[in-house]
């Protein structure tokens, strides 16, 4: 079956980098749209970043330029680099598969999440 396993995450403080990785398995990676999804809080979650199946990323715009989705195919492993981190970054961050290879709304495969805290 499909699984998704998130590590990387931990406390920072602001302005600090941090890099998760989510190996996936059950699946051949290589042909999947991933993303990573973050939820604060009280918020609801959000997609932070994705990367369809030949590397094309998109970006919410609030990690533009901060925030680096990534792909290794040969490890079956997704990578979110982070950087110039600040409070409002703090959240669960989420790994997820796509349905397909570009990347629709439809991610009905989750990871177990990693947490993020950063501080002031």
């Known amino acids: 079956q499909v699984q998704l396993v998130e590590s990387g995450g931990g406390s920072v403080q602001a302005g600090g980098s941090l890099k998760l990785a989510c190996v996936g398995s059950g699946f051949i990676y290589s042909r999947y749209c991933m993303a990573w999804f973050r939820q604060a809080a009280g918020k609801e979650r959000e997609v932070t970043a994705t990367?369809?199946?030949?590397?094309?990323?998109s970006y919410a715009d609030s990690v533009k330029g901060r925030l680096t989705i990534s792909r290794d195919n040969a490890k079956n492993t997704l990578y979110l680099q982070m950087n110039s981190l600040t409070p409002e970054d703090t959240a669960m961050y989420y790994c997820a598969r796509n349905s397909g290879s570009y990347c629709s709304n439809d991610f009905p495969f989750w990871g177990q999440g990693t947490q993020v805290t950063v501080s002031s």
């Open positions: 990367i369809d199946y030949v590397g094309r990323t």
